[in-house]
């Protein structure tokens, strides 16, 4: 379990004269990254930099990683904001800075803490929700055994997403994919081995 993005956040702030436009999402792929990347640069054209990084993974996993600079100075932009994602205990996450340049140089230094602080003011509004890795499975029981199966669902930290009621009672059951095969052994003595479990 982890903390990913729940929702797009934006954040806008000049830093002497340059508009910084700072725009982090949730990418849980490296091709979902890619495609708001490419999002928000045809949503800013005209900008004079889009530098950009994603970690589409767990947090601090720099096995599906990425970043650009765009235009600016080579490791003034897409490597800091890669270092702050990377240490922000947030996983699949794709960030966008857009620079809109106002006339005042910078210098690298300059460059590196408005790029990293655009992230890092970003990630300070974001709201986050927790990841849950889960699992679906879809159990048929008679009717006599279901209190008993609702117990069990509730004590394994899981939910009854769907019911059906006919000769037979369906559930469909969602829950952490660690607890799968602990719950199928569970569910299949509670019944006796009186039941249908399908994925």
């Known amino acids: 379990m982890y903390k990913i993005p729940a929702a797009r956040y934006r954040i806008e702030e000049t830093i002497k004269r340059s508009k910084f436009i700072a725009t982090v999402a949730h990418a849980p792929t490296e091709q979902e990254?890619?495609?708001?990347?490419?999002?928000?640069?045809s949503?800013?054209?005209?900008?004079?930099?889009?530098?950009?990084?994603?970690?589409?993974?767990?947090?601090?996993?720099?096995?599906?990683?990425?970043?650009s600079d765009d235009g600016e100075p080579h490791g003034t932009a897409g490597r800091p904001m890669l270092s702050v994602l990377l240490h922000s205990e947030v996983g699949e996450i794709v960030a966008v800075v857009t620079?809109?340049?106002?006339?005042?140089?910078?210098?690298?230094?300059?460059l590196v803490r408005?790029?990293?602080?655009?992230?890092?003011?970003?990630?300070?509004?974001?709201?986050?929700?927790?990841?849950r890795d889960v699992v679906s499975l879809t159990v048929v029981i008679d009717y006599s055994r279901v209190t008993a199966v609702r117990r069990m669902v509730e004590s394994f930290n899981s939910e009854i997403t769907s019911e059906n009621y006919g000769a037979d009672v369906s559930f469909r059951i969602e829950l952490p994919k660690q607890n799968k095969d602990r719950f199928v052994r569970a569910i299949t003595d509670l019944t006796s081995g009186n039941i249908l479990i399908t994925d």
Do not use: Q
């Not at 990254?33 to 640069?41: D, E, L, Q, R």
């Open 33 to 41: 990254a890619k495609a708001f990347i490419s999002t928000i640069k």
């Open 43 to 67: 949503e800013f054209p005209d900008a004079t930099h889009n530098c950009w990084a994603y970690v589409a993974g767990p947090p601090g996993d720099t096995a599906r990683v990425g970043m």
């Open 99 to 110: 620079r809109y340049y106002g006339g005042t140089k910078l210098g690298t230094g300059g």
């Open 114 to 131: 408005a790029y990293s602080g655009s992230v890092k003011n970003a990630l300070a509004g974001l709201s986050v929700e927790e990841k």
